[in-house]
C-alpha cells in the first residue's frame, strides 16, 4: 500500500463541502445548521472527536459567518481543522463556567439578520440539528432558543454525503482490499479446534496490520451461530463438517469497510458439504450477483433489493433472507442509501453501498456474501475483490 494512496484529505475538499452545505441551508429556508461532534462534523470540518457532555457545534448559518463553537480547552485543535485554518469557519471558544447554550443561541438568533427584511422569515425558519447530537444538548438547545423550530439536519447533510467524492472513493477502496486480504488469510486456516472469539481476535489484529485504524466488528458465525445474521463470537469450538460466516469491518482514515464471506471447514479428513448448503451457497451468490449487476444510475435503491430478494423467493427461502440487501457505506458502517423496500431514492454515480443477500436455516447453518459496490456513471463498481467461490478449509 502506497503512503500516497492514504494521504489525507485535501483542505479544499472540505471547504467544497462546506460551501455546498452553505448553498443548501439558504436554498432548502434553513436558518441554521447545528452540527455536532460525530459523522456530520468530520464530514464538514475534518474534526475527530468523540461527543461528550461539553457541547461542540459547527454553527452553519443561511448568511454570516460560520462559526465553530467548542471548549476552551479544544479550540487549538478546532482551529488545526482545514475550514478553520483557511478562514472558512472562526472558532468560538467557551470557558468552563460560560453558559454555552445561550453562546450558540446568539449565534443563531443573529443568523440571518444581514439581508433586508429577513427579520421575521428567520425566526420562523428551522434550525437543522444533526442526529448525533445527544437529547442533552437538543433539550438545552430547545431551551436557549423558545419558540424556534427545530428540524433534522440530516435531509441536506444526507444528500451530500451519500455521493462519495474522489478521495471518500480512494479511502473506501483502500478499507476494501484491507478487509479482502484478512479475509483471504482468516480463510487459509487453520480454523478447526479453535473458539470463535480466538478468530475473531485474529481477524481484528489483522484488519489494523493491513491498514485500519481500528477493527469495528469481526463476527465469526460457525455452524448454527451462522443463522443469526449479527451473532459477535462466542466461546464455541470450530468444528470440522460446518460452515463459517465471517463478516468483517473496520476504519481506515474515518472510512469503513464492511465484506462477509461464507468459507466451508471440511477438516483433514475433507468432510464436504451437504447438498442443501452447496444449493443455497449457489442461490446467495446469484443473487448478490444479479443485485450488483442491476446497480446502475437511475435505478432506485429497493429495486436493487427486490432484484435478490426475486432470486431467493424462487427457489423456496423468501422467508429465510430476514433483512434488506445493503446500507450505505462511508464515514459511517452503515448510512443512506438503504437497499430495502420502501426506499425510492434512485442511485447517483458516487453512491457506495452494501449488497449483501443471506439466507439464514435456524438451528443449522446461515450463508451471506457482502460486497461494497459503488454507482458508476455505466453500472457497478465493485470494491471488494476476494473470491466469491466456496471456499474449502481443511485446516
Ligand atoms: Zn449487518
Ligand atoms: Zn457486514
Ligand atoms: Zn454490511
Known amino acids: 500500500m502506497t503512503t500516497d494512496a492514504r494521504r489525507p484529505i485535501p483542505p479544499e475538499r472540505y471547504l467544497d463541502r462546506l460551501r455546498a452545505c452553505r448553498e443548501e441551508v439558504a436554498a432548502r429556508g434553513f436558518a441554521a445548521l447545528l452540527i455536532g461532534v460525530g459523522p456530520d462534523l468530520r464530514y464538514l470540518t475534518g474534526f475527530v472527536g468523540e461527543p461528550m457532555e461539553r457541547i461542540t457545534l459547527l454553527v452553519v448559518p443561511s448568511e454570516g459567518p460560520v462559526s465553530f463553537v467548542v471548549p476552551r480547552l479544544e479550540a487549538t485543535k478546532a482551529g488545526a481543522t482545514p475550514v ?3 478562514g472558512a469557519a472562526r472558532v468560538v471558544p467557551f470557558g468552563e463556567s460560560d453558559d454555552a447554550s445561550a453562546l450558540v443561541a446568539r449565534l443563531v438568533a443573529s443568523a440571518g439578520s444581514g439581508a433586508a427584511g429577513s427579520e421575521a422569515a ?10 448525533r447530537l445527544w437529547a442533552m444538548h437538543v433539550l438545552q438547545m430547545q431551551a436557549a432558543l423558545p419558540g424556534r423550530r427545530f428540524a433534522s439536519a440530516s435531509t441536506i447533510m444526507r444528500d451530500l454525503r451519500e455521493v462519495k467524492d474522489a478521495d471518500e472513493v480512494r ?3 483502500l478499507a476494501a482490499a484491507a478487509a479482502d486480504r484478512t479475509i483471504d488469510a482468516i480463510s487459509a486456516g487453520p480454523l478447526v479446534g479453535r473458539t470463535e472469539a480466538d478468530v475473531s481476535r485474529e481477524i481484528r489484529r ?4 493491513e491498514g485500519h485504524d481500528l477493527a469495528d466488528f469481526a463476527i465469526v458465525g460457525s455452524g448454527p451461530n451462522g443463522a443469526s445474521p449479527h451473532h459477535d463470537a462466542s466461546e464455541r469450538v470450530i468444528g470440522p463438517g460446518e460452515p ?4 468483517i469491518g473496520g476504519t481506515l482514515a474515518g472510512y469503513l469497510s ?49 432484484i435478490a430478494r426475486a432470486v431467493i423467493a424462487a427457489s423456496g427461502y423468501g422467508d429465510f433472507f430476514t433483512h434488506r440487501v445493503g ?6 458502517v452503515h448510512e443512506d442509501p438503504y437497499m430495502v423496500a420502501g426506499n425510492a431514492t434512485v442511485l447517483r454515480p458516487g453512491m457506495a453501498f452494501s449488497v449483501e443477500p443471506g439466507i439464514y436455516l435456524s438451528g443449522r447453518w446461515g450463508v451471506r456474501l457482502e460486497n461494497i459496490v459503488m454507482c458508476v456513471r455505466d453500472g457497478a463498481k465493485v470494491l471488494n475483490h476476494s473470491s466469491l467461490d466456496l471456499r474449502v478449509v481443511r485446516g
Do not use: C, K, M
Open 244 to 247: 463459517i460466516v465471517l463478516d
Open 171 to 173: 479511502l473506501l477502496a
Open 258 to 306: 464492511d465484506t462477509t464471506r461464507t468459507i466451508w471447514v471440511s477438516g483433514p479428513n475433507g468432510i464436504v458439504p451437504e447438498p442443501e448448503f452447496v444449493s443455497v451457497y449457489d442461490l446467495v451468490r446469484e443473487a448478490q450477483a444479479q443485485a450488483t449487476a442491476a446497480v446502475r444510475p437511475g435505478v432506485a435503491a429497493e429495486d436493487v433489493d427486490a
Open 327 to 332: 446500507h450505505g457505506i462511508g464515514l459511517e
Open 122 to 131: 428567520g425566526s420562523e425558519a428551522p434550525i437543522g440539528l444533526s442526529d
Open 206 to 209: 489483522r484488519l489494523i496490520d
Open 84 to 86: 478553520a485554518a483557511s
